[in-house]
């Protein structure tokens, strides 16, 4: 039992580090998600640092307020598909011009 104890706290902690990354870059507090998500003000903070673990709607809530799918909450950091959606996230906030700009290093850089 030793070991399934064990490995279900790295996997809550493994669970809170992706929480509190995809939650970073949101630009959000651990607190302010908690409350926006209806829980207690310490409900977030306690999942990020493995002492927590969400049911399952609350996951699905978590995930909501994130704009990500459940999916997307596992798959791994370094994926390229994590960083495609990362980036297309980003080209959404850009101006026309920005775009442009944008467009410019990528066709000099397929060129190399």
């Not at 039992?1 to 970073?24: H, P, Q, V, W």
């Not at 493995?50 to 809530?61: A, D, I, R, V």
């Amino acid at each position: 039992m030793d070991n399934l104890d064990n490995s279900y706290r790295i996997s809550c902690k493994e669970f809170g580090l992706t929480l509190a990354k995809l939650r970073e870059s949101k630009g959000v507090s651990a607190r302010q998600m908690s409350l926006d998500i209806g829980q207690n003000k310490n409900y977030i903070n306690a999942i990020e640092t493995g002492n927590n673990f969400p049911n399952m709607s609350n996951f699905f809530s978590i995930c909501e307020y994130l704009h990500i799918t459940p999916q997307r909450f596992f798959q791994a950091k370094d994926s390229p598909t994590f960083l495609y959606d990362d980036f297309l996230q980003l080209l959404r906030g850009l101006t026309a011009e920005q775009y442009h700009h944008l467009y410019l290093i990528a066709c000099d850089l397929r060129q190399k």
